[in-house]
């Protein structure tokens, strides 16, 4: 997806005390596509094709209003982290949730 490649982050370590840390993330937001964006980039005909072929056209309308979003500005979140020795940097400690928590922010998703 092209749009991860415009998305500009920072970091910068908020609190440390031993291999403890906040770090504070600060990523750029994109103003996220509505309903019109998305139609005008759906297949013509797409009401008649087979659902295979709407799922397909759905996803690529999907991808291609993805790539067309536009910065509108920057927001940041602090994650608590653990210093990872082997690896040499701060690692969140919930990475599990961290990635749909970023994607949230980027895309300005509630």
């Known amino acids: 997806m092209d749009l991860l490649k415009r998305v500009d982050i920072d970091t910068k370590t908020v609190s440390e005390d031993g291999d ?4 504070e993330v600060t990523v750029d937001v994109f ?3 509505d309903e ?15 659902t295979d072929a709407k799922i397909e056209g759905i996803a690529q309308a999907v ?4 790539n067309d ?5 920057k927001t940041a979140l602090q994650i ?4 990872d020795e082997a690896n040499k940097m701060w690692l969140p400690e919930d ?10 922010k980027i895309l300005n998703i509630q």
């Open 63 to 66: 991808a291609a209003s993805l």
């Open 69 to 73: 979003l536009q910065k509108v500005g």
């Open 20 to 23: 403890k840390a906040v770090v």
């Open 80 to 83: 608590n982290c653990t210093y």
């Open 31 to 33: 103003q996220m596509f």
């Open 36 to 50: 019109n964006m998305l139609m005008s980039k759906l297949p013509q005909g797409i009401a008649f094709q087979s």
């Open 95 to 104: 990475s599990k949730g961290i990635g749909e928590l970023l994607a949230a």
